[in-house]
């Protein structure tokens, strides 16, 4: 599967962005998906993550209530709405897919991840 994250940019805080991961392959649909950010001289650091089902997702307690992961399996899509955005969300974004051991697992360590995409920058101004 290949993965093409889209939809960074630079906004100011308070504002919103959606970004875009376009998967490849006819496995979308039997896996979980997540997204992961890394700002400059940090570690990268799990944001959300979406079941096979789409029905369980969690989240980083940084974006809880200003993020939401989706996803449209007929377009082999995922999603992360950003709200309310803050200068302290500036980072590359990635999202990450791998195989679902079961239609609502989720996972949240980018060590369980098999495949990423390559990145889409988000800036975030005061």
């Known amino acids: 599967v290949q993965l093409q994250a889209s939809g960074g940019g630079l906004v100011q805080a308070g504002g919103s962005l959606r970004l875009s991961c376009a998967a490849s392959?006819?496995?979308?649909?039997?896996?979980?998906m997540g997204w992961f950010r890394q700002a400059p001289g940090k570690e990268r650091e799990f944001v959300a993550s979406i079941s096979q089902s789409g029905y369980n997702s969690d989240y980083a307690d940084s974006v809880k209530g200003r993020f939401t992961i989706s996803r449209d399996s007929a377009k082999n899509t995922l999603y992360l709405q950003m709200n309310n955005l803050e200068p302290e969300d500036t980072a590359v974004y990635y999202c990450?897919?791998?195989?679902?051991?079961?239609?609502?697992?989720?996972?949240?360590?980018?060590?369980?991840?098999?495949?990423w995409g390559q990145g889409t920058q988000v800036t975030v101004s005061s």
């Open positions: 392959g006819r496995t979308f649909s039997t896996s979980s």
């Open positions: 990450a897919g791998r195989t679902a051991y079961c239609r609502s697992c989720i996972y949240v360590r980018a060590d369980d991840y098999g495949y």
